[in-house]
């Protein structure tokens, strides 16, 4: 199920009499693990220098029938930057009042800690963890506990453990990550699962399944110990792992969540993924059908909607603007069910509730779509999607929380067109980035099944950036820069001000510009238009101020693209581990405009360049030079999202070369009067 926007996990399952079973292991039964000489000597991990640090120990036991987690992790501590590790933070949540369960809270306690210096110096942590508030809904509250393990320094070992314990109405299956942001020497888990019986939603739990991704040489064991009195056999999982490399760390990476190692469990009534997903897909399909209607009160709001509309696709534009102009509580804040009712709304059942409230979450705001557009005679459908900036649909894993997003698939001229009415701001007849290219689960007449949306286009997406600027003869420059946006660019930053405001955003522009600009530039915002106006192109307008360009004597030396001074190299690594993931195909527009007076003349210029890459990329710039003036236009387009690692050399032959030329000069002679000339090329 999905609690404000954030997954949770779909094993937590009512237990019926459940009796505690007394079992221990590993390593928290024997306390601490004395550290050996090597550990204590340790400076490096070899074939990863650099490493800040390093799990020593890494293990976690989940025991069902006393509903409790045990946690201890060893780290060794290799560089300054290291020491952040022993600033713990312990996540838990706990949820009230929501679908099946009356409650499903967990706690965090039990936590003690010490360091070891390199010398064998123990210092127990005697203090006391604070709790902390991470997030807070109507359903559900996410905390931590906070600590700090005294006197870390480095070459010191740090050590902690601590339990995670849950109701005792309720048992959890484990989701094991194998993989870490740093170097794993070992890593133990352990599951001892409930052998009583359990209930569900779903019907009675008569299996469990797992998703497993493990490096080469290592096992999911699943094995038993014999039972005591009526409770038959101990079912035990358990993963030992050595030598984990850390989780890649690479720029333009796919979504780590679908790669990492990791084991995913589930109590479930079903035997097969296939059995999951017809019978799950078919119960969610009829939900979402029952949810938005049919509904008297939504059909007749959709009749004075579309009313005097002449097309299908009129219609739809109206029945979406409509829903655009709701409240999206994704971007502003869920209200409880007793603020509704004190202002007289009541529940939210329907889509019709849903209208009549004019406000809604991503789900409830597409269903209102779709209810609207069946109204009005079409044939249209919901899709659960995944968000693809976090995961990939992975239909081996049978969870329905890989979804995140909802689209809508309307019929207009006899054609499927896909809409994201639940993407506040997303422009008629597209999709939201994230929401694009990606495997889900959609409605289908008297079921489900698997489809995939639609890819964007790189026309879709432009970025325009224009400068045009007077300069005089001490190389000061004035004048107005322009920003344009369109498609997901132009989401990310109305989504930015959905989260902030109007003046958060000009924060933001300001300085996203004095990024790209020469740092002796000033910039300030004039304007920002169209930014509620999602068909229409967001606009910036900027003035800028100060010196430009590098005097060398007689000489001044200008960057060919004023955008692109403060770019740093995109792919300085030769070798590649993971698949170059880009958010979005794209089209990027520069135009610079310099006048200057009689004084200074144009010495040299860039040639024209052209470069491509395989059937996605293309780049050009050129420099156009007059007796006063010199006009620079650069343009660079990639239309695709994934490139496999064996096109990785070939992409970064591209990017190279054309940072490279992005990094040329115009020079500028400086004497006493402009006169009439040919001007070479530069080299």
């Known amino acids: 199920m999905k609690l404000n926007g954030m997954s949770w996990t779909t094993g937590r399952l009512c237990a019926m009499g459940i009796l505690a079973l007394c079992v221990t292991g590993g390593a928290w039964a024997d306390q601490w693990v004395k550290p050996t000489p090597e550990e204590l000597a340790m400076t490096s991990v070899p074939g990863h220098p650099g490493a800040p640090a390093v799990y020593l120990l890494r293990e976690e036991i989940t025991k069902d029938d006393m509903h409790v987690v045990q946690h201890y992790e060893r780290i060794k501590i290799l560089t300054e930057k290291g020491k952040d590790y022993a600033n713990v933070e312990l996540r838990f949540a706990s949820i009230t009042g929501w679908g099946d ?79 870490g942001e740093i170097f794993t020497r070992t890593a133990h888990f352990v599951w001892y699962p409930t052998n009583h019986e359990l209930g569900s939603s779903d019907g009675t739990v008569n299996s469990i399944t797992m998703f497993p991704m493990l490096p080469d040489g290592v096992k999911l064991e699943h094995h038993e110990t014999p039972g005591a009195g ?108 007793k603020e509704d009712e004190a202002t007289g709304l009541g529940k939210t059942s329907t889509a019709g509730d849903v209208f009549k409230h004019e406000r809604g979450n991503n789900y409830q705001l597409t269903a209102v779509f779709v209810g609207m557009a069946r109204a009005a005679g079409m044939k249209a459908y919901m899709m659960m999607v995944p968000d693809r900036s976090k995961r990939l649909f992975t239909p081996g894993w049978m969870s329905l929380n890989q979804f995140d997003n909802s689209v809508a698939i309307v019929t207009v001229g006899g054609k499927e067109t896909f809409f994201d009415p639940g993407q506040r701001y997303c422009a008629f007849g597209h999709l939201a980035w994230e929401d694009t290219m990606v495997q889900g689960l959609r409605q289908i007449d008297g079921g489900s099944e698997f489809a995939t949306t639609p890819p964007e286009s790189y026309i879709a997406t432009k970025t325009g950036r224009v400068a045009n600027l007077a300069m005089d003869a001490h190389g000061t420059v004035t004048g107005p820069v322009n920003l344009s946006f369109t498609g997901a660019a132009a989401l990310d930053w109305r989504r930015k001000a959905l989260r902030g405001d109007e003046e ?161 000069s115009i020079v500028l002679a400086v004497g006493s009067e402009n006169k009439p000339r040919a001007v070479p090329a530069a080299d």
């Open 230 to 337: 009526n409770n038959g056999p101990q079912q035990i999982y358990e993963v030992m792992a050595h030598d984990v490399a850390p989780q890649p760390n690479e720029d333009f990476m796919p979504p780590l969540e679908s790669f990492t190692y990791r084991v995913l469990f589930a109590y479930s009534p079903y035997r097969s993924g296939a059995e999951f997903w017809k019978s799950k897909g078919k119960k969610w399909a009829k939900q979402t059908d029952n949810f938005i209607g049919p509904d008297n009160s939504l059909k007749a709001a959709t009749e004075k909607v579309v009313a005097g509309a002449p097309t299908e696709e009129d219609k739809l534009k109206k029945i979406y603007a409509s829903v655009m102009a709701m409240e999206n509580t994704d971007f502003t804040r869920d209200r409880a069910r």
């Open 101 to 179: 369960y009356s409650s499903d809270n967990k706690t965090v306690s039990e936590i003690v800690g010490r360091t070891i210096h390199a010398d064998g110096t123990v210092i127990p942590f005697s203090g006391k963890p604070y709790l902390k508030l991470m997030m807070k809904g109507a359903n559900v509250k996410y905390q931590a506990r906070v600590f700090t393990l005294p006197d870390v320094e480095v070459g010191s070992i740090i050590e902690y453990r601590y339990a995670t314990r849950i109701d005792d109405n309720v048992v959890e299956a484990p989701d094991w990550f194998i993989q």
């Open 504 to 664: 958060s955003l000009k924060l933001a522009l300001r300085t996203s510009l004095e990024g790209m600009l020469p740092k002796t530039l000033e910039v300030k915002v004039t304007s920002i238009e169209n930014l509620t106006d999602y068909e229409k192109p967001l606009v910036a307008n900027f003035t800028v101020s100060g010196s430009l360009g590098t005097p060398t004597g007689k000489r001044l030396i200008l960057p060919v693209d004023l955008f692109l001074v403060e770019d740093a190299v995109t792919f300085p690594h030769d070798k590649r581990e993971m698949p170059v993931y880009f958010p979005y195909p794209q089209t990027v527009l520069d135009a610079l405009r310099i006048k200057f007076p009689a004084t200074l003349t144009v010495e040299a210029a860039p040639p024209e360049t052209k470069l491509k890459f395989r059937d996605a990329g293309l780049y050009s710039i050129a420099a156009a030079t007059a007796l006063n003036s010199v006009t620079v236009r650069r343009s660079y387009l990639f239309n695709g999202v994934v490139v496999p690692v064996a096109d990785y050399p070939d992409l970064r032959i591209f990017y190279s070369q054309m940072e490279t030329k992005d990094k040329d």
